[in-house]
């Protein structure tokens, strides 16, 4: 069965360093997102791609954080300085277009990131 | 605007009693509603969706909701708890007019005891 894929799993780094996580999606699937999914939270998005375009990236704090899918197909969230408030699961999907209409995400397993 | 309150962050069931979950939603459009389900580090997978038409909808593993447009409401129940369920799950709500973003809840934990 297809799945998304991310890496790290699991990420420790000190405040102030760079951190960056990796989203491969479901093939064929056009629409990719990154969530942001606090401890005790529902996720909340950061940022949607269709293909290569940014769809909507209204919450990412874009001081701070960058994404990017540049042949429309995997992606990477980068995050540069790292705060304490960064601590988080980021959760990558992907959905066809049609997928899009009905909200049926893909979820990868997330990259759980721990800020010290 | 879309919002999604899902009563209840904790939610304990014995074995084979009723499960009962809910969520109440906000949206100024026609709504789609989802409840997706977590286990412990791992991402969300969908148990059931409602788009248009019959406003009770069955999912996987035993699940089901049912849209109500005049109570705003989209509670998910099962009929019997299986120690399997223990998970934490999502409600959420999305439309057309919000270029199809999801708006999640906060997540209600169920814990299934023997």
């Known amino acids: 069965e297809a799945e998304v894929a991310q890496s790290p799993r699991y990420k420790i780094t000190e405040k102030s360093q760079a951190v960056a996580f990796w989203c491969d999606p479901i093939?064929?699937?056009?629409?990719l997102y990154w969530y942001r999914q606090i401890l005790g939270q529902g996720p909340e998005l950061l940022v949607q791609f269709q293909d290569e375009s940014v769809v909507d990236d209204s919450q990412l704090p874009k001081d701070r954080f960058s994404a990017e899918r540049l042949k429309g197909v995997d992606s990477t969230l980068k995050i540069q300085p790292a705060e304490l408030g960064d601590s988080a699961m980021y959760l990558c999907?992907?959905?066809?277009?049609?997928?899009?209409?009905?909200?049926?995400?893909?979820f990868g397993e997330g990259s759980r990131l721990t800020v010290l | 605007a879309q919002s999604v309150t899902q009563l209840g962050s904790h939610v304990s069931v014995s074995e084979g009693a009723l499960v009962l979950l809910r969520c109440n939603y906000s949206?100024?459009?026609?709504?789609?509603l989802f409840w997706y389900v977590q286990y412990p580090n791992q991402g969300l997978q969908l148990l059931l969706k409602?788009?248009?038409?019959?406003?009770l909808v069955k999912g996987i593993n035993g699940f089901e909701a049912e849209f109500k447009k005049s109570e705003t409401s989209f509670h998910l129940t099962k009929p019997s708890a299986h120690m399997s369920d223990a998970a934490e799950y999502f409600c959420a709500v999305g439309s057309r007019g919000s270029n199809y973003k999801l708006t999640f809840g906060k997540g209600t934990l169920l814990t299934v005891n023997p």
């Open positions: 949206s100024s459009v026609p709504p789609y």
């Open positions: 093939s064929g699937h056009a629409t």
């Open positions: 999907a992907s959905s066809l277009v049609t997928g899009a209409l009905t909200g049926e995400l893909f």
């Open positions: 409602y788009t248009t038409g019959a406003t």
